[in-house]
């Protein structure tokens, strides 16, 4: 059984600061992508930042300076800290592991992730 299982989310002004956490259970060992998706309203779901077994990072344009992806494998956690929210980062935020083809943000590659969270919610008013 694998699980990855979001908390964090919540609704909050333009400007706020929010951190979203991902805990992975029954997950095999490994050196993963791991990844924040985003599905926002009338657009596609999305990567917004990506984590790789190394450590290197990568972000949107729209949210980098913003936002910082970070992972502890031994404890099978990743979060996401966002930082000077916008009324544009509102979305259902899924956090997801695997083996995609290339680690990198955007609409594509995401079926080659293996495990997906059930997503939370981030709703920023302005």
């Known amino acids: 059984q694998v699980q990855l299982v979001e908390s964090g989310g919540g609704s909050l002004e333009s400007g706020d600061t929010l951190r979203l956490s991902c805990l992975g259970t029954?997950?095999?060992?490994?050196?993963?992508?791991t990844a924040w998706f985003r599905q926002s309203p009338g657009k596609e779901r999305e990567g917004v930042a990506v984590?790789?077994?190394?450590?290197?990072?990568k972000y949107l344009d729209s949210v980098e300076g913003r936002f910082t992806i970070s992972k502890d494998n031994a404890k099978k956690t990743a979060n996401l800290q966002m930082n000077s929210l916008k009324p544009e980062d509102t979305g259902m935020y899924y956090c997801?592991?695997?083996?995609?083809?290339?680690?990198?943000?955007?609409?594509?590659?995401?079926?080659?992730?293996?495990?997906w969270g059930q997503g939370t919610q981030v709703t920023v008013s302005s």
């Open positions: 984590i790789d077994g190394g450590g290197g990072t």
């Open positions: 029954g997950l095999p060992g490994g050196a993963y992508c």
């Open positions: 997801a592991a695997g083996w995609p083809r290339y680690c990198n943000v955007g609409v594509t590659g995401q079926g080659g992730f293996g495990y």
